[in-house]
């Protein structure tokens, strides 16, 4: 069992930048893949940015360019740097570990993962 515990959320003007922490239970690095996901009321969670263990990183299309995933495997953390936040950046967002088991999945999906922290507010106003 992993836990995962999410931190560094809050309410930031557009244009600002946040960083957010996932702190791990348990060494990371068998893990296949780590991800950031977001939920935005009443939407559906949507994947934001993956991190597989070879380091290989993958970005939505509305991120891309503005957010950074990294990993210190030595911490057992993972990372997201938030930079350009925009009002629909608004959401609760989530860091997910799967087991390199439901491969099938996409990255973006989140079926393919088994453990999930707890969320984190973030508040973009304009």
């Known amino acids: 069992q992993v836990h995962l515990v999410e931190s560094g959320g809050g309410s930031v003007q557009a244009g600002g930048s946040l960083r957010l922490s996932c702190a791990a239970s348990?060494?990371?690095?068998?893990?296949?893949?780590m991800a950031w996901f977001r939920q935005a009321p009443g939407k559906e969670r949507e994947g934001v940015a993956a991190i597989d263990r070879l380091g290989s990183t993958y970005y939505a299309d509305s991120v891309k360019g503005r957010f950074t995933i990294s990993k210190d495997n030595a911490q057992n953390t993972l990372y997201l740097q938030m930079n350009s936040l925009k009002p629909e950046d608004t959401a609760i967002y989530y860091c997910?570990?799967?087991?390199?088991?439901?491969?099938?999945?996409?990255?973006?999906?989140?079926?393919?993962?088994?453990?999930w922290g707890q969320g984190t507010q973030v508040t973009v106003s304009s």
């Open positions: 348990e060494y990371t690095d068998t893990n296949y893949c």
């Open positions: 997910a570990a799967d087991l390199g088991r439901r491969t099938w999945y996409s990255v973006y999906d989140p079926r393919r993962y088994y453990f």
